[in-house]
């Protein structure tokens, strides 16, 4: 079991460039999640999904898309880089939102 | 939506030392309330979590207690070790969402906690 896989781990954005981070898990979960993590702001939801073809915006969903059109993989696009959008990115898995979160190795990004 | 405060943002105590960390939330939907553990450059991992059905939850030096009515929640932990320091996160679910809007996850700011040899 790999669990839940990010790609990449480090990455370096133009202003307006766009990109997708890739997040996979292996063990079957309907829940995935996309977090930012910015210092003293703790881990803030950008867009969830709750199975393949269902997705909900968090409460920072503004610049990012995301789709599900599989179990394993729940991609999130960034449309036009901000350097706003500088952050450590995590995706996480789990059975539901009522059990524990998985999370991946994380993806940081930096936008000049 | 869900809003979930922590407190403190810091926490220095002395090797064997007890530390506790408070949350509050504001939707009485929610009955789900994990805690993460966050070691630098690492990922969050679970370290314990409490359902609404049970009022206090121990796990070794780690314990959980719950105030539905207050809608609060705090982590102690005992004889604490340096491998404690690291940020914690507190977080709250509702287990059922209702209407058109599914249950999510909402995070505390993080609690870092260091505990001095």
């Known amino acids: 079991n790999a669990g839940v896989t990010q790609t990449p781990k480090f990455q370096v954005l133009k202003t307006g460039q766009s990109m997708t981070l890739q997040c996979a898990q292996d063990?079957?979960?309907?829940?995935m999640s996309w977090y930012r993590q910015d210092p003293g702001m703790g881990l803030r939801l950008i867009h969830y999904?709750?199975?393949?073809?269902?997705?909900d915006q968090g409460e920072v969903p503004n610049g990012y898309n995301v789709s599900r059109s599989t179990t394993e993989d729940f991609p999130l696009r960034l449309l036009s880089a901000a350097p706003s959008q500088t952050s450590v990115y995590f995706c996480?898995?789990?059975?539901?939102?009522?059990?524990?979160?998985?999370f991946g190795p994380g993806t940081r990004l930096t936008v000049l | 939506g869900e809003n979930v405060e922590q407190h403190p943002s810091t926490l220095s105590v002395q090797e064997g030392d007890s530390a506790v960390i408070k949350c509050t939330y504001s939707?009485?939907?929610?009955?789900?309330f994990p805690w993460y553990k966050q070691e630098l450059g690492k990922r969050p991992q679970l370290i314990i979590d409490?359902?609404?059905?049970?009022g206090e939850k121990k796990d070794q030096r780690i314990a959980v207690t719950l105030n539905k009515t207050a809608k609060h929640f705090s982590l102690h932990i005992t004889e604490t070790q340096p491998e404690d320091s690291a940020v914690y996160f507190c977080?709250?679910?509702?287990?059922?969402?209702?209407?058109?809007?599914?249950?999510?996850?909402?995070f505390g700011q993080g609690t870092i906690l260091t505990v001095h040899p």
């Open positions: 996480a898995s789990s059975v539901s939102s009522y059990n524990e979160q998985f």
């Open positions: 063990m079957n979960h309907e829940y």
């Open positions: 999904s709750v199975g393949a073809g269902i997705t």
């Open positions: 939707d009485s939907a929610s009955n789900y």
């Open positions: 409490i359902r609404s059905n049970v």
């Open positions: 977080a709250a679910s509702p287990r059922w969402a209702g209407g058109t809007s599914y249950g999510k996850l909402t």
